[in-house]
Each structure stands twice: as C-alpha cells, then as structure tokens.
C-alpha cells in the first residue's frame, strides 16, 4: 500500500508542511515516486513516521530523533530509560509543589491577609526543607503542632535571648548561658515531632543554608554557643563528683564529636521505632560507635568511666542534649552491656 503525502498527513494528525520538511533534512524520504512526482510512502515509512512521532513526544529534537531512528531498538530503549528518568523527576517535582501549595492553603486559611514577607519566608523553608527531608518526613512535619520546619514561638523567644548574651558577651560557662541552654534544649525536646533524625537534620540544614540563618536567626555562632553551654551544663554536673584530672578530655571531645553525638542519638531512635533488639547486629554496629565517643570523652580511663556510669544513675541532667530520653538510654545501655560481654570474650 502507498499513501499520498495528502493521505498521509491525514492519517497521522501532521501537516504536509511538516512533512515536507521531514523529507527535506532527510529525516523520512519516501521510497517511491509517481510518475507525475507525487511522493509515495510505504509501509516501512510509516513505521518510521511513527518512530518519529514516539520520539517527538519524548520532546527529543530532530537531530537526535534522527540518528535514534537509524540506531537499532536498544538505542531507543535507553532513550525511553532515560525519559522515563526524567518523567518520574518530574512527577516528584509536581508533587512536592502540590504538598507545598496545599501546606500554604491551609496556613492561608488560618491566618486573614498575611504580610508578604511572611509568605516569602515560609515559601523559602518550605523550598529548603525538601531539601533535606523525605517526603514521608514532610508529611509528619506539616500534621504536627508546629506544622513547618520554622521555630516555634517558644524557640523564637528562646533565639532573641540567646542573641542578647551573645551581644552582651556572655560565656558559654556562664549561669545565664547555662540556663538558657537548659531551657533551649527542654523546649527542643518539647516540639521535636516523631522524626528519628529531626534534630540532625535541622542542624545540618542551619549549618549548611545561609538563607534559613537569615529568617531563623539561628546562625552557625548562636549554634556553637548553645552547644558549648549545654557541655558546660554537663560539665558542672560531672565537677560535683569528678577531679579536673577526670575531666580533662570532656569538653574537647564533645565539642568535636557532637555532630557525630548527634547522629548516633537520631540512629539508636530510629532503631527503637522500628522495633528492632539493643542486642542485633544491627543495633552493637552502632552501639561500637557509641562506646568509642564514650571513651574518648573520658580519656579511656576505665575507672572514671565506672563513677561516670555511677553518676548517670543520678543526675537526669547529664542527659541534656541530643533529644536524649530514659528509654534511648535504657536501650543504649542494654546493647552495650552485651556488646562489652562480646569484647571481653573475644579478648580471652
């Protein structure tokens, strides 16, 4: 069989203009001729103007619809990969703009002609939170009581005082940093919703988006400072009981590891919500990473660490920082007498 151009064109939705200019960079010649010149196509040029047609759907230019029609079909299976790739990207993308554009529908309704900079700024953590969170993170984020990933107005009270030390030169070490340090992390435990990793992932994203420092007002500075007050809190506990020979590698090494303190607290939560033994496998790999810090803090001294132990069974505030609770600590400390069992065995 052998379409006309006209007849083709009717059939396929396209204009003879447009194959015309197929046929004119060569991408589909007709095979024959009439003897009055007409162009005739056969059944395999209409397999290749559907061909064509499939690519140009996948929005492909016509150079490189050109040379996937001459290449054999793993050529178009990658092509169709990798447009499916970007597909499913978009698909994402539409989606969280969705999430986002009913998230400020439902602020809209609670709150009567908002100021713009207000929206601009909860559009732009909005835009930085889908950064750092999974979808499913957002989702517990945008249904618990604070609903964004903005301070609530406890943490903003909270983030003007601790300004004010900071302009008044206040040390870390000092009652009022202590305090407020005490304060800060009790609040932060209080609004904290059920994400394992929520606090390692709001410093990651202050430490790292200079924009969320701006319409937070929680900087790198104020971030160390409260870090540093909260090891001093610790540390006047640990002093009613310890020698500053005892001590001598506490603040160091918390200072430096507490990144890494942080993240060992978020895994061991996440362990617990999925239900999984202090004593697996799964749960010691972390516990050894744990115990390592551990000793580090107390310069491997065996002996300070069993009046640190001791001291732990009572002052709760040792405890501060890290969203760190009784039951992580009941667990942590389950795995770890388990996992100290292992190491001496191994050691006989």
Known sequence: MLLKIGELAKRTGLT??????????????????????????????????????????????????????????????????????????????????????????????????????????????MSIADKYFTREDLHKLRHHKNGSVSPDLRMQELIKEAKKLLQAGIRPDDAKAKDLAVRWVTTMNETMPSIP???????????????????????????????????????????????????????????????????IFSEVRELIQAGIPATSTQTLTVLRKWRSLFLDAWGGDMATIAKVREIHTKESGVLLGGSITQELMTYARQGLVYLEAEIRQQSN
């Not at 996948?58 to 499916?84: H, K, P």
């Not at 999430?99 to 700024?121: I, K, R, S, T, V």
């Not at 994203?205 to 924009?211: F, G």
């Open 197 to 263: 990793r929520y606090l390692t992932i709001i410093t990651k994203m202050h430490r790292n988006e200079p924009s969320l420092q701006t319409l937070t007002g929680v900087d790198n500075e104020l971030m160390d400072f409260i870090t540093q007050a909260s090891i001093e809190v610790r540390y006047s506990i640990y002093r009613k009981y310890l020698s500053e020979h005892e001590l001598r590698c506490f603040r160091s090494s918390m200072l430096k590891h507490s990144l890494e303190w942080d993240l």
């Open 16 to 125: 003879v203009r447009i194959l015309h200019h197929y046929d004119k960079i060569g991408l589909l010649r007709p095979s024959e001729r009439s003897e009055s010149d007409y162009r005739l196509y056969n059944r395999d040029d209409i397999t290749r103007l559907h061909r064509i047609q499939a690519l140009r759907r996948l929005n492909l230019s016509l150079a490189e619809i050109a040379t996937l029609v001459e290449q054999d079909q793993v050529g178009l299976e990658n092509v169709v990969s990798e447009q499916l790739a970007m597909l499913e990207q978009q698909i994402a993308s539409s989606i969280a703009l969705r999430d986002q554009l009913q998230h400020l529908q439902e602020l809209l309704n609670a709150n009567q002609e908002p100021q713009l900079d207000y929206w601009l700024g909860v559009m732009e953590m």
